[in-house]
Every structure is written in structure tokens, then in C-alpha cells.
């Protein structure tokens, strides 16, 4: 069970070791809440990190999961752009 108001949620895997999996739960963008389930529970094509579900949740049990490979998709092309951006470094005075 998880302390969140009835209505649809995006929840995201964090990961998934020894057959549990950590997911979180967004409202608008912002965490509201995260819990660690048996990863069989997840709709099988979702199993992997950074998964992507729209979920409705009704008295504190998610009760319909929707996978979302497209926003899956996107969002982590976005953290690799950010990542990639981070990881860059300026230019040495050198190489100018």
C-alpha cells in the first residue's frame, strides 16, 4: 500500500535487483511518493530500469498499470543529453 491520493500517477523503476523493484511516483513532475514491490507485479514489457507507467491508483493500491515506451524512450534520451552536456568540458585556453 502507498500513501497517495486516488487518481493517475507517472511511476518510474529506479531498478530492478533480486526480483524487487524500486519505483517512485510523479505528480507534475514532482516526486510524491516510492515503494519497492515484487517486479512481477509490473506489466512484464516495463520490467527494466528507468520504465516509464502511467498508473491509476484508487484506497492506496495501484490498480491499473500502462506502460509508456515512447515517453520511456524520450526521457531517457533527454538524461543522456544531459548527462553528455555535464560531461563535456570547456575548452582549454590552449585549445581556443
Known amino acids: 500500500m502507498i500513501?497517495?491520493?486516488d487518481?493517475?500517477?507517472t511511476a518510474v523503476v529506479d531498478s530492478i535487483e533480486d526480483g524487487l523493484a524500486t519505483i517512485f511516483y510523479e505528480l507534475d513532475g514532482e516526486d510524491v511518493a516510492n515503494e519497492v514491490r515484487?517486479?512481477?507485479d509490473l506489466p512484464e514489457d516495463?520490467?527494466?530500469a528507468d520504465a516509464l507507467f502511467t498508473v491509476e491508483v484508487r484506497e492506496g493500491e495501484v490498480v491499473d498499470w500502462t506502460y509508456e515506451p515512447?515517453?520511456?524512450q524520450d526521457r531517457q534520451e533527454?538524461?543522456?543529453s544531459r548527462f553528455?552536456?555535464?560531461s563535456s568540458r570547456p575548452p582549454s585556453d590552449d585549445e581556443l
Open 84 to 86: 553528455d552536456q555535464l
Open 7 to 9: 487518481g493517475a500517477y
Open 46 to 48: 516495463g520490467r527494466h
Open 78 to 80: 533527454a538524461a543522456q
Open 38 to 40: 515484487d517486479a512481477i
Open 3 to 5: 500513501d497517495l491520493d
Open 70 to 72: 515512447e515517453r520511456t
